[in-house]
C-alpha cells in the first residue's frame, strides 16, 4: 500500500506529460533487472505506454526511484508554466486547428442535414404512431384537450373563490414601492397556487386516461410542460409589467409599452418552450442527431431574431425604465440608459453564436447557462432601476426621510441592490459550473474571480456600517440644530458683532467622529478586501506600526497639535461658533480639524490656529455675557425718573416676543457712574444669552432715545469750561479769539474720545 499512491500519482502524469526522464542512481546500492529494465521502457519516449503498462512498470520500481521521478516530472511541469516552450504553443496552435476542422465539419454536416429535415420529422412522428390506428394522434389531442379543459376549469374555480382577494389587492391603490411590490408578490403567489391547481387537474385526467403507451406518455407530458414553461414565464412577466394593472406597476413606463412588452415575452415564451421541447422529443423518437442540431439552432434563431425585435421596438421603453429622471440622472446612468439595448442586443447574438459554434465543434453547450445568462442581463438593470427608484422616493418623502426608520429602509433598498448583484453573480457561476473555490487557487486574476463573492460582501457590510454611522450621526445633528434654533428665537448675530453663542457639544464633536468612523471603516474594508484577495496583512499591519513610530519620532509637533486638540475637545473649552481668544488671535470658531481650528475675525480675517501653539485660551460665548451702558444727563436732570424709565424699558423688552426671550436678567439702572464738568454719567447693565447682546443694546438705546422725548429728558451735551482772567473787561475782537480757542480744544476732546 506504501507504493500505490505514488505509483497512481506517477501514472497520471506520464500519461499527460513527455515520458523523457532522466533517473539519479545510488551509488551504494544496485537495482535488480526488472528495475533496469523498468526505467529503460519508461525512458523510452518513442513508443506510447498504455495505463496498465504505465502501473506495471511502476509497480517494479522502489519507493526511492518513484519518488525521485516524481519530484523531476513536478520540476519539469514547473518549469514549462513558468517558460512557455515552442513545443506548448505548437499544441495550441495544432489544438486550435483541430478545432476550426471540427466546426467546419460539424457546419458541413448540419448543412447535409437540411434536405433530409422534412422526412425527419416525418419519420419521427411516425414512430409517435408505433403502428397503431391513424386516430392515435387525434386520441392524443383529444386527451391533451381533456387534460388542459379539466386544470383550466379547476383554476378557474379557485380564481372565483379568490376573487375578492384579488380585488382588494387592486383596491388598495399603494403608493410606495415597498407596498406596491407587496401586492405583487401576493398575487404572484397566488397565481402560482392557482398553477398548482391548474397542474393538479391535468395531472388527474392524464393518470385516469393514460393507457400505458411510454412514447405517447412521454409526447404528452412533453407538452404539458411546455404550458407550464410558458405559463410560468407570463406570471413573471405580469409580476414584473403588471401589464393590466398601473397601480402596482414597479416599472416606469406606460400602459402601452407595459402590454407590447408582455405580449411579445409570451411569443417568447411559447417560442421556447414549445420549440424546444419537441426538438427534445423528436430526439427522443429517433431523429439523427445532425437533424436535431439543425432544428434546434432554427428554433433558437427564431427566439434570438424575436428577442433583437423586441429590444429595438421597445429600446425607448427600456432606456426610460433605467433613467427614469433624466435632470436628476448623472452622465454615467444616462449614457448607460441610452446604450444598453445596444448592449443587449449584440450580447444576445453573440450568445447565440458562441452555442452554435461550441455545438457544431462536438462540445455540449448547458441551455440551462444560455437561457439563466439571457434572462439575467435582460431584467437585472430593471430590478436594480426599481430599487434605486424606490430609494429616491423614500428619500422623497418628508414622512419616510424625518424617521429612523425611514431612513434605514433607504439603506435596506439600497444595500439590497448589492445583494441582487451577488445572487446574481453566484447564479451565473452556479448554471455555467464555475468552480469560485478552485479559480483562487489560480493565478491573480482568477484569485480575484474566486473572491469576488468576498469582496462583495465585505463591500455591502462595509456600506451599510457606513450608511448606518452616517445617518445616526446626522439625526443627532439635525436634532440639536432644530432644538438650537427653537430656543434662539430672536435670530444669529449679524457677522462681525463678537462673543456669538457656539453651537452645542455634540455638534462639534460629532462631525469629528462620524470622519472617524468612515475612515476606520474604510481601512478595515480595504484590509478584509487584501485579505480575501490572499494578500497577508499582517507585514501590511506591521509596516503600519512602524511607519507611524516613525511619523510620530519625525514629526512630534504635528503629533503635539493632534493630541492638544484632543484635550481641548474633551475639555470642553471651545465650540463651532463660538468667540474665542488664544492670545495672539481671535475670532468666531468656524471649522475645526483634527489638529488645527480655524478662526473668523470679526472684521472678516480668517485665521488658522494649530492646536499646539495655544498656551491659554479666553471663550467669550459660554454660558451668559453681561453688557453695560452708559447714558449722559444733565445736571438738573430727576435721577429717581431716570431709574424708574430704566426698570420700565427693562420690563418691557422682556415681555417682548423677539428678544425677551434673549435676557438672562433685565436691564436696570446701576445710578451715577461718575460726573465731569458738564453732567451725570449714568450706567445701566443687563445679562443676556451669548451673542444677543448686540441685538439687545440696539432696542435699550431706542427704548431710552424715545422715553427721555417723552418725559422731556435731555442728553447733555460735551462742553468745555474756560476760566479766562480778566474776561469781563475783554475786547470784542479778544472774545471771539477765546471762544475760537475753547472751539478748538472741544474738538480736540470729541476725538480723543472717539478713539477711546
Excluded at 462583495?456 to 457590510?461: A, F, Q
Excluded at 453688557?627 to 418691557?652: A, S
Amino acid at each position: 500500500m506504501g507504493l500505490r499512491l505514488p505509483s497512481l500519482l506517477l501514472a497520471l502524469l506520464l500519461s499527460c506529460l513527455s515520458p523523457s526522464l532522466a533517473v539519479a542512481q545510488s551509488d551504494e546500492t544496485t537495482a535488480a533487472t526488472s528495475e533496469a529494465s523498468a526505467l529503460e521502457e519508461l525512458q523510452n519516449g518513442d513508443k506510447p505506454l498504455s495505463e496498465a503498462a504505465i502501473r506495471d512498470l511502476v509497480a517494479r520500481l522502489d519507493d526511492a526511484q518513484v519518488r525521485t521521478l516524481l519530484l523531476e516530472r513536478l520540476d519539469a511541469v514547473a518549469r514549462d508554466r513558468a517558460q512557455p516552450s515552442e513545443q506548448n504553443l505548437g499544441s495550441l496552435l495544432i489544438q486550435s486547428r483541430d478545432q476550426a476542422e471540427a466546426l467546419r465539419d460539424g457546419l458541413a454536416r448540419m448543412l447535409a442535414a437540411l434536405p433530409a429535415l422534412p422526412q425527419a420529422m416525418s419519420t419521427a412522428f411516425e414512430r409517435l404512431r408505433d403502428n397503431r390506428q391513424p386516430v392515435v394522434f387525434l386520441w392524443i389531442a383529444l386527451g391533451f384537450a381533456a387534460m388542459m379543459g379539466v386544470g383550466w376549469l379547476a383554476e378557474r374555480l379557485l380564481r372565483r373563490a379568490m376573487a375578492g382577494l384579488f380585488r382588494r389587492i387592486v383596491e388598495a391603490q399603494p403608493s410606495s414601492t415597498i407596498a406596491r411590490l407587496g401586492g405583487l408578490l401576493l398575487r404572484l403567489v397566488l397565481e402560482f397556487v392557482l398553477l398548482g391547481v391548474f397542474i393538479g387537474g391535468a395531472l388527474a385526467v392524464y393518470f385516469l386516461v393514460t393507457q400505458g403507451n411510454e412514447v405517447t406518455r412521454t409526447a404528452v407530458m412533453t407538452y404539458v410542460a411546455a404550458v407550464v414553461v410558458v405559463r410560468s414565464y407570463a406570471i413573471f412577466s405580469r409580476f414584473l409589467l403588471a401589464p393590466y394593472l398601473p397601480s402596482l406597476r414597479l416599472l416606469h413606463m406606460d400602459d402601452r409599452d407595459a402590454r407590447y412588452l408582455h405580449r411579445q415575452n409570451l411569443i417568447l415564451a411559447s417560442i421556447a418552450g414549445f420549440g424546444f421541447l419537441t426538438c427534445s422529443l423528436l430526439q427522443g423518437l429517433g431523429m439523427p442527431d445532425d437533424a436535431h442540431q439543425l432544428l434546434s439552432f432554427t428554433v433558437g434563431f427564431v427566439l434570438i431574431a424575436t428577442v433583437v425585435y423586441t429590444i429595438a421596438t421597445a429600446r425607448r421603453a427600456i432606456s426610460g425604465d433605467l433613467n427614469w429622471d433624466p435632470e436628476q440622472a448623472g452622465p454615467l446612468r444616462t449614457m448607460i440608459a441610452e446604450s444598453w439595448p445596444l448592449a443587449t442586443t449584440v450580447y444576445v447574438i453573440l450568445l447565440y453564436l458562441v452555442i452554435v459554434v461550441i455545438e457544431l465543434s462536438g462540445g455540449r453547450a448547458s441551455y440551462l447557462a444560455s437561457f439563466g445568462s439571457l434572462l439575467t442581463v435582460l431584467f437585472l438593470p430593471h430590478l436594480d432601476a426599481i430599487l434605486e427608484r424606490a430609494a429616491r422616493r423614500m428619500e422623497q418623502r418628508d414622512d419616510s426621510a424625518a424617521t429612523a426608520v425611514g431612513q434605514f429602509k433607504i439603506v435596506g433598498l439600497r444595500a439590497s441592490r448589492f445583494l441582487v448583484c451577488i445572487a446574481a453573480a453566484l447564479f451565473l457561476a452556479r448554471i455555467w459550473g464555475v468552480d469560485l473555490s478552485s479559480l483562487a487557487e489560480e493565478g491573480f486574476g482568477a484569485r480575484i474571480a474566486g473572491a469576488l463573492i468576498d469582496i462583495g460582501i465585505t463591500g455591502l457590510i462595509a456600506y451599510v456600517l457606513w450608511e448606518l454611522a452616517r445617518i445616526t450621526i446626522d439625526r443627532r445633528l439635525a436634532e440639536d440644530a432644530a432644538a438650537t434654533a427653537s430656543e434662539d428665537g430672536g435670530g444669529e448675530p449679524e457677522p462681525g458683532e463678537q462673543g456669538g453663542q457656539g453651537a452645542s457639544r455634540v455638534r462639534t464633536l460629532l462631525p469629528l467622529l462620524r470622519v472617524v468612523i468612515q475612515v476606520t471603516i474604510a481601512v478595515m474594508a480595504v484590509m478584509l478586501v487584501l485579505s480575501a484577495l490572499g494578500v497577508n496583512i499582517g507585514p501590511l499591519l506591521a509596516g503600519a506600526g512602524v511607519v507611524g513610530l516613525a511619523v510620530g519620532f519625525g514629526a512630534q509637533t504635528l503629533v503635539r497639535d493632534i493630541v492638544s486638540g484632543v484635550f481641548f475637545l474633551v475639555d470642553d473649552a471651545f465650540r463651532l461658533g463660538e468667540y474665542i481668544d488664544v492670545g495672539v488671535v481671535k475670532g468666531t470658531v468656524e471649522k475645526i480639524s483634527i489638529r488645527s481650528l480655524r478662526l473668523r475675525h470679526h472684521r472678516g480675517a480668517l485665521h488658522t490656529v494649530p492646536f499646539g501653539e495655544i498656551q491659554h485660551l479666553t471663550n467669550y460665548s459660554r454660558d451668559w455675557a453681561i453688557m453695560k451702558l452708559e447714558f449722559r444727563v444733565p445736571f438738573n436732570t430727576d435721577l429717581e425718573k431716570v431709574r424708574k424709565i430704566f426698570k420700565r424699558i427693562g420690563q418691557d423688552l422682556q415681555q417682548d416676543e423677539e428678544i425677551g426671550p434673549d435676557f438672562l436678567q433685565p436691564f436696570k439702572s446701576q445710578g451715577v457712574l461718575a460726573t465731569d464738568d458738564s453732567a451725570f454719567l449714568l450706567r445701566g447693565k443687563f445679562m443676556a444669552k451669548p451673542g444677543k447682546q448686540f441685538l439687545i443694546r440696539r432696542a435699550i438705546f431706542q427704548a431710552v432715545q424715545q422715553a427721555f422725548a417723552r418725559e422731556g429728558i435731555k442728553f447733555a451735551d460735551r462742553r468745555v469750561t474756560v476760566n479766562v482772567p480778566g474776561a469781563g473787561g475783554m475786547e470784542p475782537e479778544e472774545r471771539a479769539a477765546a471762544e475760537k480757542a475753547a472751539a478748538s480744544a472741544v474738538a480736540s476732546a470729541d476725538a480723543l474720545a472717539t478713539k477711546a
